[in-house]
C-alpha cells in the first residue's frame, strides 16, 4: 500500500488486478481520492462483495473477470473450501480440499486497445501464481506507456520473477514494514516485487 501511494500521483489509473473482497482497492481510494481505480475479479461472489464495499467511491469502479494472457471463457478457477475467498486458475497452487468453479479471463492489451478502458499508470496484481500470464497479456501497454507495476510472489520461483522483467524496467523488492524499494530480488525484504521503468527515481 505504501509502495503503490507513492508511486501514484493526482490523475493517475490504477489497476486492482486480483482485488478479491475489495480490501486493497477500498484503502487506495481513501488514500489517494484524486486517482481512477479499476478493479479486476473473476469469482461472481467475491467481485459482489467488492462492488458493496467499493460503492461509496465514485472514482472506483470493477469488472467481473480476470486478468490473463487472451480472452477466454469458463476457464476453472479452484478455490479452497471452508469459506475462503481466495482463488486461482492456477490449480497445482492450491492442495487438496478444493472447489471449483467457471470464470472469464481477458487480456489488459485487449482491453485497451479494443474496449477502450483507460490504460493503467500502475498495476497491483496478486493473483495466485498467474502473475507472469496477467504480464503477458499487458505487455504492449507495458512496453508503451510503462507503468509502475506491483506483484505478490509468493506462489513464483525465483527463476520465474526474474523472467518477468521487461525490457527497459528494474526488479525491485518491496519492504513487508516500510513499503520501500529495495534493488534486486530478494524475498527476504518482504512478499511483494515491484518492475519500474528504469528511468523512475523510485527504486534508486
Known amino acids: 500500500m505504501e509502495a503503490v501511494c507513492r508511486a501514484s500521483k493526482p490523475g493517475d489509473v490504477i489497476w486492482d488486478v486480483g482485488a478479491n473482497c475489495g480490501l486493497f482497492s477500498y484503502l487506495l481510494a481513501r488514500r489517494l481520492p484524486d486517482c481512477r481505480i479499476i478493479f479486476f475479479e ?6 459482489e ?13 470493477g469488472i467481473n473477470i ?25 490449480p497445482q497452487v492450491l492442495g487438496e480440499g478444493n472447489y471449483t ?17 483507460p490504460a493503467p499508470n500502475t498495476i497491483k496484481i496478486d493473483t495466485e501464481g498467474h502473475e507472469a ?5 499487458l505487455a504492449r501497454t507495458i512496453a508503451n506507456l510503462k507503468p509502475m507495476v506491483f506483484f505478490e510472489h509468493i ?3 525465483d527463476d520465474r520473477v526474474k523472467k ?6 528494474k526488479l525491485c523488492s ?10 534486486g530480488f530478494d524475498r527476504f525484504v518482504g512478499h511483494n516485487s515491484a518492475l519500474l521503468p528504469e528511468s523512475s527515481t523510485l527504486g534508486s
Open 49 to 61: 462483495i467488492a462492488c458493496a464495499a467499493l460503492q461509496p467511491f465514485s472514482q472506483v469502479s
Open 174 to 183: 518491496v519492504s513487508n514494514r516500510t513499503g520501500e524499494f529495495t534493488m
Open 101 to 117: 468453479l467457471h470464470v472469464a479471463l481477458d487480456a489488459g492489451d485487449r482491453l485497451v486497445e479494443q474496449v477502450g478502458l
Open 164 to 169: 518477468l522483467v521487461p525490457f527497459g524496467f
Open 42 to 47: 473473476p469469482n461472481r461472489a467475491v467481485y
Open 133 to 137: 500470464d496477467v504480464l503477458t497479456g
Open 155 to 157: 506462489s513464483l520461483s
Open 66 to 90: 480476470g486478468l490473463s494472457c487472451r480472452k477466454q471463457d469458463h476457464v476453472p478457477l479452484v478455490v479452497p473450501s471452508g469459506g475462503s475467498a481466495v482463488g486461482t486458475v492456477e
